[in-house]
C-alpha cells in the first residue's frame, strides 16, 4: 500500500524538463542518496541529470561534474547556458568561489584540489558521468578520495548505461562503489516492471520485414562461418590451458568481440605461439568478411574478398584458405558479380529493393490512406556507420546500377564485358576512353573518401515528377531522389520545403548517443526505418514515442533484418549478454556490503585520516639524547604527470602529493633521489629522439640517485616484444642495446622495471621509508642550466668533466679522483705515467691514458696514400 502511495507521488511531481514514470522514480531515489545508477542502454539517464542540475543550479551552490565525454559537456553547457573554466589557476579559484555548474577535466581538478584552490568544504556534490570507467582511469577515485577526506556532507551521484562493463574481474561493480564513495546502487534494466509498464503507455507501430538473403548471399555465410568454427577449434585445441570460453563463433560476430580478445589475452600475449597468433588474426579478417558480406553490397565484397586471395596473403595466414570452404567463398564471392558468361552483372542487396519498395510505394500508400499530405512526411532511415550512410546516399540518389558500376571502377575492378543494363549506362555517361575512365575512378575515390570519413547523415527528397506521379512505377534502376540542397549544415529545424524530407543517419554520429535522440527531437518524423539493428535504437525511438503529444500520429518503425542470419544473431546475442550480465548484478547487490562513508568509521580503510608517517633521526642530540621527528611523507610530482595513474595510486598508500612544474625528473622522492618515468612507447620514441640522453644527464648532474623508471600497462604483458606489442621501429634487443650504452654512460643511474603503476606506488612507498622528504624550493631553482653545488663531481667545469669521462683509461671509479687532484687539462698532460697511476691507483688504466696523451699515432702507407683534405686547404693559403 505505501509502495503505491509513494508511486502516486512520484507521478504528481512536477519537474524542469519531462520525465517519463520510470524517470521520476530515478530521479528521486538518486535525489535522496549517494548512489551509483546501472540503466540499460538506449533509456539515457540525460534526462534524469538535467533535472538533478537544474534542482542545483545556483550561485550559492558549487556542483562539479566530472567524467563526461565531449558531446555531454557540449549537451549540458547549452542547456544551462554554463560558463567554461578558466585555463589560468587564480581565475579557477575565484570561479569556484563564484558557485555554479561546472564541467571539469579530472586532470585540472586535482591539481587544484592538491593546491587547495577549491572550497572543497563549500562544494554541494560532484556528479560522476559513465562511472563504468571510474577504476580504468583512477583519477576520478583520486578527485573523490580528496573531496571526501574534507567533505562528509556533499553528494555523490554516479551515472552509467553500460551493464555489461561491471560484469568483467572480481567484484567489479563493488569495486567501483568504493571508489565512488557510495553506498546505493540502483539497477533499471528494459525488463524493469516500472519500465515496462512506462514504454507500455504509447507505443509506436512496428512492422518488422524479413529480408531472405539470395541464394548466393546464404551459401557465403555457411562458408564462413564454417571456417570460423574452424578456426575457433583449432585456437582452443592448441591452448588448452588458456581460458577461451568466452571466445566462440557467437561471440565473434558482434560488435565487442575485440574487447573480449583483449581481456583474454592481452596479459598473456607475449605466451602464445605464432601459430595462435594467426588464428587470432583470422578470426579478426573472416569476422570483418561476414559483416561486410551483410552490410556492403557485392561489388564491394567482391573487392575485399579478392585482397586475401594473393600469395602473400597465403604466407602469413593460419591455412584456412586452402580449405574447401574457402575455395567455395571466393567462387561464390566472385558469381555475385560476373555471370556465366563472365558479363559484369552484379546482384542487387536484398535490402535495397525493400528500402525502395517503401520510400516509393508502402509508405505513399499509408500516406494517402490517412488523408495527409505526402509533401509534409518526413521519413528518417538508420544505418549502422558513416560507410553504410554514405552507400544508401549513393543507391538513392544515383540508382542501383549506376551506383553499382561506379563501385567496380573504384575497386578497380576488371570488366571485360558488361550485360545489356550497363552498356546503356556507359553509353549514356560518355565513358569510352581509358583516360575518361581514370578521371572518372579519381574524382569518385576523393569523393568517396571525403564522403566516408567526415559526413554521418546526409537529408534527401523526391524529384519534382516523383512528387507529382505517386504511382511508384519508375524502375528501380533510375533514381527519384535528389539532395536538399538547401540544407547545407544538416540543421533539421531550419528545414522548410513543399516536399518530403527522407533524412539518413548514423545510430551514433561521430560516437554521439544522444545524436539520435537530437535528430528525433528536431525532426519528429511520422515514419523511421531501422536499416540494421541496434538494441539502443529501438529503445530511443520507444522513448521518443512515449513523449509525443497525445494530438500527434504514432510513429510507425520499419525494421528490415536478414532473418536466420549473423545480423539477426548478433542483434540477439546483444540483448542476451545485457539480460545476463543485470541478472548477475541484482545478484551481486543482494549479498554485497559496502561501508557508510558518513560516519567517518571507515577512513582507515581508505587512508582518509590515518596518514603513514616517516621517522628518520635527527643528528643534532639534545641532552645526550638522539631527537626523533615525525613527518608526512611527501613526494614532488611534475604536473603533466597527472595524465597517469601513479599519482592517484601514490595518494592511496597514504603519500601527499606536491603538484610542481619541474625542469629535471617527474618525481622526486627525497633530497637525493629523483625519478624519472616511461612508459614502453615513451620509451621508444626517447631513445629515437635522444631526448632521454638529455634528460638522464641532467637528473646525474643534480642528484646522486637518478632512477629510471620503466613502467608497463599492467593488462599488457611484463615483456619486450619487438614487433608485436613494442613498435615496429624498434625490436627487443635494440632497446636493450641503447638501455646498456645509457647505463654505460651513466654508471650511477638506476633502471627499474615496474609491470603496472600499482607495483610502482608499492615500490616508492618503500624508498621513501625513513628518508628525508624533498625541498619544493630547492627542486624549483634546479634546471637545466642551474646545477646542484654539493656534488663532487659538480666543482668543477662540466663540459670538462664530460671530455675527460670519454678519455681512454677513464672510469666510473676513478673520474672522481682524476678531477679532484688534477688541477687542468694542462697539467694532467704534464703529469708521468707514474704520477698518473699513484693518481689513478690503477696501472694499466694509468698507461692507457698516458698513451692516449703522449704516444702519437704511426701512420701507414695507406694513410700517406690520402690527401686528408689537403686541397681544400690549399686554397685557403692562396687566399692569405
Known sequence: MESTEQSDVDQNIETKYPLLPYEKQILMDMFEKDALLIIAKGLTYNDIVANLLWIHNDPANLVLVINSSEYEEKYFSEKFNLTVLPTIGNEREKAYLEGGIYFVSTRILVVDLL???????????????????????????????????????????????????????????????????????????????????????????????????????GLIQTCLLDIMNYTVKQLKSI??????????????????????????LDCVWHQLSTRTKEYIQDLKVLRTMIINLIHDDSVSFYALVSKYRTPEYAKVNSGWILLDSAEQLFRLAKARVYNNNNEFNPESSPKWKCLSELLTDEIPKDVKEKNESL???????LCQDNKSCYQLNNYLTMGESKYLFYTAFRRDLTITSMAAKYKKINNKTQMKTENKDKEIKNELDEEANAEEMNKSSYVLTLTQTATKDNSGSKAANESIFEPLSQVETLDLTQIETDK?????????????????????????????????????????????????????????VYFLVHDHTVEEQAYLTALRREKQAFELLIQAKSVMVIPSYQDGKTDEYFNM???????????????????????????????????????????????????????I??????????????????????LNSGRLFAQCTHMCRNYSRPILLIEFDQNKPFHLQGNFVVSTDLSG????????????????????????????????YELKQGRK??????????????????MNYERCNIRVHDFVQKLPGITSKNITRVMNRGVSLDHLITLTQDQLAEIMENKNEAATLYSILHVKPKTTETDKAKPFGKKKFEKFKNLK
Not at 576520478?140 to 562528509?152: M, P, S, W
Not at 557467437?250 to 565487442?256: A, D, F, L, R
Not at 625528473?665 to 626517447?686: A, M, Q
Request: proline residues 5%.
Open 115 to 217: 593546491k587547495n584552490r577549491v572550497p572543497v568544504t563549500s562544494i554541494t556534490g560532484i556528479i560522476v558521468l559513465r562511472a563504468h570507467t571510474v577504476l580504468e582511469s583512477c583519477q576520478e577515485a583520486f578527485v573523490l578520495r580528496l573531496y571526501r577526506q574534507k567533505n562528509k556532507t556533499g553528494f555523490i551521484k554516479a551515472f552509467s548505461n553500460s551493464p555489461i562493463s561491471f560484469t568483467f574481474g572480481y567484484h567489479q561493480v563493488e569495486k567501483v562503489m568504493r571508489a565512488l564513495f557510495v553506498t546505493e546502487l540502483f539497477l533499471w534494466p528494459r525488463f524493469h516492471s516500472t519500465v515496462i509498464k512506462s514504454l507500455k503507455s504509447r507505443q509506436a507501430e512496428v512492422i518488422e520485414l524479413h529480408v531472405s538473403l539470395t541464394t548466393n548471399m
Open 239 to 264: 591452448n588448452r590451458t588458456l581460458d577461451m570460453q568466452e571466445i566462440t563463433t557467437e561471440n565473434c560476430i558482434t560488435k565487442k568481440f575485440h574487447k573480449i580478445l583483449q581481456s583474454q
Open 375 to 381: 509533401s509534409r512526411t518526413k521519413i528518417l532511415i
Open 500 to 556: 518530403p524530407i527522407i533524412c539518413i543517419q548514423t545510430f551514433k554520429q561521430n560516437g554521439n548517443y544522444m545524436s539520435l535522440s537530437e535528430t528525433l527531437e528536431s525532426l519528429r518524423p511520422q515514419y523511421a526505418v531501422l536499416f540494421h539493428s541496434d538494441v539502443a535504437a529501438v529503445r530511443q525511438l520507444e522513448r521518443h514515442e512515449c513523449r509525443r503529444p497525445q494530438a500527434e500520429p504514432r510513429l510507425r
Open 609 to 663: 585520516n590515518v596518514e603513514e608517517e616517516v621517522i628518520h633521526k635527527d643528528t643534532r642530540k639534545a641532552g645526550g639524547q638522539t631527537q626523533v621527528t615525525k613527518e608526512k611523507p611527501v613526494v614532488i610530482v611534475d604536473m603533466r604527470e597527472f595524465r597517469s595513474d601513479l599519482p592517484a595510486l601514490l595518494h592511496k598508500n597514504g603519500i601527499n602529493i606536491e603538484p610542481v612544474t619541474i625542469s
Open 665 to 686: 625528473g617527474d618525481y622526486i622522492l627525497t633530497p637525493d633521489i629523483c625519478v624519472e618515468r616511461k612508459s614502453l612507447s615513451d620509451l621508444i620514441g626517447s
Open 733 to 764: 634487443a635494440d632497446i636493450q642495446q641503447k638501455l646498456q650504452l645509457l647505463t654505460i654512460h651513466f654508471p650511477r643511474l638506476k633502471l627499474v622495471w615496474s609491470p603496472s603503476p600499482y607495483a610502482t606506488a608499492e615500490l616508492f
Open 773 to 790: 622528504n624533498p625541498n619544493v624550493e630547492e627542486a624549483l631553482a634546479l634546471s637545466g642550466d642551474n646545477t646542484a653545488d654539493d
